[in-house]
């Protein structure tokens, strides 16, 4: 990960600010499809898709194993999706919660 200083931190935590708002005004999956064609390389799209289906199969209480057999996801990362769904800043549960009550 890049070092920042003070004042970079300021700048980058600005940007990513403006990042999410640019995401929260997308209106259909197909705009933010579209957008993130647009923004990331086909390797980070499909990094990004690999650990949300991570979550997906920790919440059907699948194995670490049986997850890095169907996804192909190494169990390295399977268990960092899942310590970030207990620790971390509580975005896939929010995403999970809302998507439940749409269902």
Known sequence: MKQ???TQKTKLA???RSLSEALLVLQTPSEIKDFLEDLCTPA???AMVDRWRVVQLLVEKKSYREINQITGVSVTTVGRVARFMEMGAGG????LQRLDKTT
């Open 14 to 16: 600005s940007a990513a």
């Open 4 to 6: 920042y200083n003070q």
């Open 92 to 95: 896939y549960k929010t995403a």
């Open 44 to 46: 980070e799209i499909e």
